[in-house]
């Protein structure tokens, strides 16, 4: 395509390759109406560290694994804290008996001997 050319402007000439993406080349000049310019294509597959969607893959792949362990854990977790309170019911019911207020001074006496009774103490 030659745009029109007036006395003070000079004739443009516009080559667009039909084989590449929106590459436009503009030669002002007649004598660089026949100009090519090399193009490369970067790909990831060429680069040093090879194709993203693999490493994207393995990578989901991974954090899906490490939600499912934080999900076994979390799981441990609440059941290990369900069993502490229960086993603190369990204590405070202990200590509001009767049986446990009664003993209290026979528990005192067996610790003491406890402690004297030890070795090295």
Known sequence: MTA??????????????????DVD????RDEDADITFPMSHGRYRDSLFGELEHDTERFRLSARDAGLRLAEV??????AHLEREAA?????????????????????VWGGLRRRLRPGG
Request: aromatic fraction near 6%.
């Open 25 to 28: 080349i503009a030669a002002f």
């Open 74 to 79: 979390q799981g441990r977790l609440d059941a």
């Open 88 to 108: 603190l019911a369990g204590l405070r019911t202990l200590r509001s008996s009767r049986v446990f207020r009664w003993s209290g001074p026979a528990r005192t």
């Open 4 to 21: 029109p050319a007036t006395s003070d402007q000079p004739s443009v000439r516009i080559a667009r390759e039909p084989r590449t993406d």
